[in-house]
């Protein structure tokens, strides 16, 4: 089991900064990706960013590319996700997830609870 814990939200202005934090504990061996997703009112959660273990390829979302950057302490087992040139759109609350492959190509799926983030105009 993986448990993932994030941190961070709040409420900024237009163009400010955030930077979210997912605190990871259990079994990470066979994490092979992680990264955050987010969520509005009415519609599925979104992909924003992934990671690869080594934290060398990362992925964004197009709305993001440019002002977030996704990073991972491994030593700490966190996860980052800084938030600059923040923008009304990026409302949302925001979930950290970490995919685990196990043998035979088995995959799951964890969450953590999630961190409300809100742009004001």
């Known amino acids: 089991q993986v448990h993932l814990v994030e941190s961070g939200g709040g409420l900024v202005e237009a163009g400010g900064s955030l930077r979210l934090s997912c605190a990871a504990s259990?079994?990470?061996?066979?994490?092979?990706?992680m990264g955050w997703y987010r969520q509005t009112p009415g519609r599925p959660r979104d992909l924003v960013a992934t990671?690869?273990?080594?934290?060398?390829?990362?992925n964004y979302a197009d709305s993001v590319k440019g002002r977030f950057t996704v990073s991972r302490d491994k030593a700490k087992n966190t996860l980052y996700l800084q938030m600059n040139s923040l923008k009304p759109e990026d409302t949302a609350v925001y979930y950290c997830?970490?995919?685990?492959?196990?043998?035979?190509?088995?995959?799951?799926?964890?969450w953590g609870q999630g961190t409300q983030v809100t742009v004001s105009s």
């Open positions: 990671i690869t273990p080594g934290g060398n390829t990362t």
């Open positions: 259990g079994t990470m061996f066979n994490v092979n990706l």
């Open positions: 997830y970490a995919q685990t492959l196990t043998y035979g190509s088995v995959r799951k799926t964890y």
